[in-house]
């Protein structure tokens, strides 16, 4: 029997977004069916399913400017409205902007990572030497 019939091929003519938005799901860019992360945010070795390699994939500080100013802009909006209209003291404001800016930090780290993975695929910009993803 020939084991690789039944191994997903690579995107061999993948048009558009495609791989970038099966990493933005935590999703393996080539197939979409394996793990792109090992843990909450490190990316995994290979793909558990067609064993494209993750090695050169690195995102470095890439998502985290993106996160800072979205979620820093979302912050500070809500909370110089709160503070405008009720003038509530400070301890409402630790209250809430702590645990929400933690929350939505949280929330959006796997798909901007995921997205810095699925580009560097898509454009084949790794720092491996030899070609990405093992093909």
Known sequence: MN??????TPDAGDE??????RAMKGRCPRCGEGHLF?????????CDVCGM??????????PV?????IIG????????GLEIVYEPPVWVH?????????????????PLKGMAVGLQYKYRSTEEETRPGGV
């Open 3 to 8: 084991e690789l019939a039944s191994t997903p």
């Open 16 to 21: 558009g977004m495609t791989p970038v938005f």
């Open 38 to 46: 090992k843990g909450y945010l490190k990316v995994a070795d290979t």
């Open 53 to 62: 390699s993750f090695h050169g994939h690195d995102t470095g500080d890439g």
């Open 65 to 69: 400017v993106p996160i800072l100013l």
């Open 73 to 80: 802009g979302i912050i500070v909006g809500l909370a110089l």
């Open 94 to 110: 630790l209250l809430l902007w702590i645990p929400l800016g933690t929350l939505l930090t949280l929330g959006i780290m796997i």
